[in-house]
């Protein structure tokens, strides 16, 4: 008799063993989310300076960003091969979990005397796109408040180099800023990086 109680019990035990973990399993897009965060870091805040911070990203910025790297119209060392390999469903589910995910600012080191120029070009040729000092995604503007500067060099790079296409009203503003001197593109970039 006592052998047949502690088999039930144990069996019972089991039982609400595998429900707890079967009602602790993340569901679909956060798994999937997950395969992203050894490169873009926990939730999707980069700890690597030439990775990109995603978490906070709009979906229509997430999805847009995957779409190229799908076409081969936005440069990538590793993500064009990585997002074939996930169906449009799949993307847009982590575009859902990401968009929810807190942007964590790191600490970095800028030169304060070109983040504070970068701060008045910003306001004169950015503002109106970039909101909030950059530290929102509006309207497919991206979060740049907080990037890590080598990536937001590299970015820029490509913009500027033809890899990924500049849109016309960026083009002319980016145009103004160069204007300004040999310096005042990085100056805006360091003001994005300075921002915790």
Same mark, same amino acid.
């Given at each position: ?11 019972? %035990? ?11 399993? &993340?569901? %679909? ?6 395969? #992203? *965060?050894? /490169?873009? @870091?926990?939730?999707? =805040? =980069?700890?690597?300076?030439?990775? &990109? ?9 997430? *999805?847009? %960003?995957?779409?190229? $790297? ?14 074939? @390999? $996930? ?5 847009? %589910? ?16 800028? +030169? ?5 120029? @970068? ?6 040729? /950015?503002?109106? #796109? ?6 929102? +995604? ?7 408040? @907080?990037?890590?500067? &080598? ?6 790079? +490509? ?7 500049? &849109? ?29």
């Amino acid at each position: 008799m006592k052998l047949k109680f502690l088999s039930y019990a144990l069996m019972a %035990a089991g039982g609400l063993a595998t429900g707890a973990a079967v009602a602790a399993m &993340p569901d %679909a897009g956060t798994m999937l989310a997950n395969t #992203c *965060l050894g /490169c873009h @870091g926990p939730g999707g =805040s =980069s700890t690597g300076p030439a990775t &990109p911070t995603i978490s906070g990203m709009q979906p229509e910025s997430f *999805l847009e %960003a995957m779409k190229g $790297y799908k076409e081969g119209t936005r440069p990538a060392t590793v993500m064009d091969r990585i997002v074939k @390999g $996930y169906t449009e469903d799949e993307i847009k %589910a982590m575009a859902a979990v990401f968009a929810k995910q807190p942007f964590v600012r790191y600490a970095q080191k800028v +030169d304060d005397k070109k983040a504070a120029e @970068g701060k008045k070009l910003h306001k004169d040729h /950015c503002e109106k #796109c970039h909101v909030d000092e950059g530290m929102k +995604d509006e309207d497919g503007s991206s979060v740049l408040a @907080g990037q890590w500067l &080598p990536y937001l060099r590299f970015a820029m790079e +490509d913009f500027q180099g033809g890899g990924r296409e500049m &849109p016309k009203k960026m083009k002319s503003q980016v145009d103004k800023v160069k204007e300004k001197g040999p310096d005042a593109l990085d100056s805006l970039l360091q003001f994005y990086a300075s921002k915790k």
